[in-house]
């Protein structure tokens, strides 16, 4: 039952506890919150299919995704049930909410407000690391340097209001280098601490499969502004969702269920990693919505480059997670191995994709799909092979944490 009494935060320690905590209504509609945000980026990238425009939808979606990554790695190390937690959650929303209605529109007036959101929401994000600090003396040499190097990234945003674009936006950068720098410093000390529970892995996994259903939506309002819905849109839309599908399969068959290894900069690490295969997720679909609506056989070249430097931005991915991941069991690939494979497909998405022209996007999804088939083809039969090889051990998985017919493995 929850307890609505304001409580100080905690430093969590499952294994003490020998608790299992699951993900809550609470967060599940924070990601909700975090989800619109980039699903107004999804739509503004489709709509500026060009170089600069890709470079104005990876410098507005990091800010979002580092606010999200920090408000749930908070929740792991001192998430309490109290009231305390409803008004911080609350507190973080408004300004990411902020910082979704001013994606829209010329820069230039927007911008500033956008970086006020962030502003907002690190100052929260600040306040909460600090307040668990003060209580926990245990976690202060990592919470110190969060807030030292924290506030100095949030100066480069404060000062950003002061000037006008390009000058803003490498301020920006400048910010954004500090904050993601900062936890680095920290890797030695967090060490000692606890370790992450599965929860972890279980948020960015959450997040991975709602940027999945957003990429239908994308797709979806792709064919309304077409205006009509054509056998070739079908086509193309079918063929769509069977790539979209495939991300699907590959990491939460393949990926998300490893444990990491240690020490902790590993799973740090892994977090990291999250935030392109976001990027490459959202922009395959917006590159995708943007072809349906133009209903051309013959991709323009920027949407083309677009789709496939997506999928291929997302195998690799897949593929540093998995190398910052332990094997599953004695006769699995090595991480070195499986990270070969998805640099593999990666070479052969851009290799193929920018010069399929028969039957434009629809020629193009079809060869995405099939590099697809074969990543999950890979992991697919390695995994029946060591369920009938002789002397194979068999595949367990320790400490996990049952999610219906999913195991996680602690991390």
Known sequence: MTNWRWETPRLRDDAAEAGERRTSWLELFQDLVFVAVIAQLSQRLSEYVTWPGVLVFVGLLAPVWWIWLAANVYTERFETE?????????????????????????????????????????????????????????????????????????????????????????????????????????????DSLPRFSTRLPERSGLLVVIVLGEAIAAIVHGIAKLGEVTPLAIATVVLTLLVVFGVWWVYFDHVMGRPTREPFWRQGLRSYLHLPLVIGIVAYAAGVAEAIALGTRDTPVPVRWLMVSAISLTFVALGLIEWVSDSQNAADRSPVQRMLVRFAAAAAVLLIG??????????????????M?????????????????????????????AMDDVTLVQP
Request: charged residues 10%; glycine residues 12%; proline residues 6%.
């Open 373 to 401: 088939v074969g990543q999950i083809a890979d992991g697919w039969f390695l995994r029946r092979r060591l369920a009938v090889t002789p002397g194979a051990e068999p595949e367990v998985a320790t400490e996990g944490v």
């Open 82 to 190: 109290d009231l305390s937690q409803r008004v911080f959650t609350l507190l973080v929303m408004i300004p990411v909410t902020v910082m979704g209605a001013s994606i829209h529109g010329d820069l230039a007036r927007t911008s500033a407000t956008f970086a006020w959101g962030y502003i907002g929401a690190r100052s929260v994000l600040i306040f909460m690391w600090a307040r668990g600090g003060w209580h926990n003396p245990v976690v202060r040499p990592t919470t110190n340097r969060f807030i030292l190097g924290f506030l100095i990234g949030l100066s480069f945003w404060v000062a950003s209001t002061r000037v006008a674009l390009p000058w803003r936006a490498m301020l920006w950068a400048a910010g954004l280098l500090v904050d993601f720098a900062t936890p680095v410093f920290t890797f030695r000390f967090q």
């Open 354 to 371: 920018p010069g399929w022209m028969p039957g434009g996007v629809l020629g193009l999804n079809a060869a995405l799909f099939g590099c």
